[in-house]
């Protein structure tokens, strides 16, 4: 039997998981000291995959350590969301581009579904569903770019806006508008026109730090 704490690596993947998942749904808010004990308690694991799991937690931005604190949910910070957006603009336009050239037919089929969904999720007004269809569908492109350090680049930066995003009020008009974007995204996709996918992107994910910003402010006028 290995030594080596391979078998106990399960334990700080699980409780990132369900950390990174409690922040990003406002069960633990921004600001919010994270107390150990309760923690381990709530997650049933001890302090040393707890831990671990708030260090890498760290290193994606969701938390943070204070002098006199210890740790705590990282403030929303307006500029950091602002700056964060612009990469990720970038970020997924490359990934756009690579992926209309890379994609297969598998990862086509499988995006074109999960579009499908998504537009069934609007249509309910099951705004959860939606979010979370609409989420796998940039990972998805950003798989089909087969570039894992794109991909690992990309996730850690979704992360750190992803709990203000989730947030934002929808409108019926702004919704609307964000389900005619996607539906571009799939044509330009299934076409493999990466500069018109890459343009889609881009504008796409422009739209949304706006939208997200406004209500980073108070705004009532946001879509994902």
Known sequence: MPDDGSLLAPLPIRALDALRQLILDGDLPAGARLNERALGERLGVSRTPLREALRMLAAEGLVRHEA????????????????????????????????????????????????????????????????????????????????????ETFERLNARVKRVRYAANLTAERWAKAVEEHERMIHALDARDGAALRAILEAHLAGKRQSVLAAFSGASEAYD
């Open 68 to 151: 006199k604190r210890g740790a705590v949910v990282a403030p929303l910070d307006k500029a950091d969301i602002e700056a964060t957006f612009e990469v990720l603009a970038a970020l997924e336009g490359l990934a756009g581009e690579l992926a209309a050239r890379r994609i297969d037919e598998p990862q086509l089929a499988e995006i074109k579904a999960r579009h499908f969904e998504m537009r069934a999720h609007h249509a309910r007004g099951d705004r959860a569903g939606y979010f979370a269809a609409n989420q796998d569908i940039h990972r998805r492109i950003a798989a089909a770019a087969g570039n894992p350090a794109l991909v």
